[in-house]
């Protein structure tokens, strides 16, 4: 049974930084994208990074220069690094894996086949 299990959100100030993990656990999912959804109160999931089986990025216009991505294949874990984190950054967190493997890495949430339980991540003003 394939299972995710995010950690790392919590309140911090704005301005402050959050690490998220996420292990994945069940299979290997080192042929498979992995990412970051978030989806604040009102709003719809969106993505915020995810990273190819190859190490390829990809951030959203919002995040760009303050959030990295990274994944230890081995370890079958994803990570977010969030810095200078904003009021706006404030939602519940989700990390997914792709579940299989495709030629072009996808941005789309109904793409994306496993997902964690979400992390809350707070940034106070």
């Known amino acids: 049974q394939v299972q995710l299990v995010e950690s790392g959100g919590g309140l911090v100030q704005a301005g402050g930084s959050l690490r998220l993990s996420c292990a994945a656990s069940g299979r290997t999912f080192s042929s498979d994208a992995m990412g970051w959804f978030r989806q604040a109160p009102g709003k719809e999931r969106e993505i915020v990074a995810r990273?190819?089986?190859?190490?390829?990025?990809y951030y959203a216009d919002s995040v760009k220069g303050r959030f990295t991505i990274s994944r230890d294949r081995v370890k079958n874990t994803v990570f977010l690094q969030m810095n200078s984190l904003k009021p706006e950054d404030t939602a519940v967190y989700y990390c997914a894996v792709q579940g299989q493997t495709t030629a072009v890495p996808p941005t789309r949430a109904p793409d994306y086949g496993y997902w964690g339980q979400g992390t809350q991540v707070t940034v106070s003003s």
């Open positions: 990273i190819s089986w190859s190490g390829g990025t």
